[in-house]
């Protein structure tokens, strides 16, 4: 089989060029591809399940904007939508229907919402979410979990996972002290540790934010009873509970995690997905709740873009496309097909791996543990995982730059795709 050469020359050129007048050469600091060394290929389109750079290569993407792109990039109704959209102008700045038209869409398939309010950012979900729930409960405390991330605000990059993991940071600089002091960080999976916490802290926690799938630390499902076990805890003490669904929002069924193991939040975050590509967070949750934002409410959270019209339409276009009932079949098909090939290929080479997947996020940890919680995730061979990185990029397959990341596979990912991936990482895999 020939091996493709992928070309490089343009994109280190542009490089070059961007390191001197954007920080590290990017707009988000995975981008730079710091853990897995050298630079990346710079992006000039995308189409489907493939994205092309610069320099010519066209690759197999499973990185799909870091989640957004379920449908495969350019998917023609999101498009149509945007195109008809930007005829009446892209921002007013004024109520629309389209804002309407996308929560609705969202609470009707999103068990515990029954009001959402629209952002720009999954950050700005998960820091509304928070001021949120410290001015319904007037309390100052929240506790996160360790390897979960939630966005950049500045009190929670303690153990935030992904990019703060990759680089081996603990936290950032520029976080007052203060801040952080308010931020109490558990283990996944390990609801006596939430519990203790909750109780030495009580009456001080306002919230307990979690990503109910770990998706940042790569893919860990909530073990059996975990989600369960954190809703009744935080009932009785009086916590908010909040699901960041950004990347499981609409991923692993329309409802995301809460749909999939039947336990409710009281607020929900969204993202990634429910933009269709373009810059959206949303977060809702119990009316009586989402009431006290403003300008109804005493908490405050404002946007001069949010809910802006191209966005909502991008929102809509892959809302509606995911209604139809095939494409979470499809997608377990595909991602499952994709997972045991993967699998299947470690265990012929013998690489301590170990596989997760929930629908159509998964990952593979380099290491022998079982891997339940951040501390598991980190026994990862990173270096191992560099070299099956550069493999795949220089053979044609695009995964994130990162062993803690997921990879995402869309309903534009043919069996094909999934054929040619498995044939590259088995050639990848056995040279390692
Ligand atoms: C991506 C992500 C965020 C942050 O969203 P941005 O749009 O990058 O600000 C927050 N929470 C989770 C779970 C995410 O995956």
Known sequence: MNQPVRQTATS?????????????????????????????????????????????NSYIDYVGSWGPMILGHAASEVIAALQSAMQNGTSYGA???????????????????????????????????????????????????????HGHADYLLAKAGSGITTFGLSDSAGVPEDFARLTLTIPFNNAEAARRTIVANADQVACLILEPI????????????????????????????????VMTGFRVAPGGAQELYGVTPDITCLGKII???????AYGGRREIMSCVAPGGEVYQAGTLSGNPLAMSAGIATLNTLKDSTVYQQLEVTSAALAEGIQAITQKYQIPCHHSRVGSMLSCFFTDKTVTDFATAKTSDTELFAGYFWGLLNQGI????????????????SETDIDTTIKVADRVLSAL
Request: hydrophobic share 40%; charged share 20%.
């Open 398 to 413: 695009y995964i994130a730059p990162s062993q803690f990341e997921a990879a995402f596979v869309s309903t534009a990912h």
């Open 12 to 56: 280190t050129q542009a490089w070059n060029k961007a390191q001197q007048i954007i920080p590290g050469g990017v707009n988000s600091p995975v981008r730079a591809f710091r853990s897995v060394g050298g630079s990346p290929p710079f992006i000039s389109s995308a189409q489907g399940s493939r994205v092309n750079d610069i320099d010519g």
């Open 275 to 281: 933009g269709g590509g373009l810059p959206v967070g």
């Open 95 to 149: 109520p629309t229907e389209l804002e309407i038209e996308l929560a609705d869409l969202v609470i009707e398939a999103v068990p515990s919402i029954e009001m959402v309010r629209m952002v720009n950012s999954g950050t700005e979900a998960t820091m509304s979410a928070i001021r949120l729930a410290r001015g319904y409960t007037e309390r100052e405390k929240i506790i996160k979990v360790e390897g979960c991330y």
């Open 214 to 245: 770990a998706g940042n630390m790569g893919v860990i499902p909530p073990q059996d009873g975990y989600l369960e076990q954190l809703k009744e805890i935080t009932a009785e003490y009086g916590v908010v509970l909040i699901f960041d669904e």
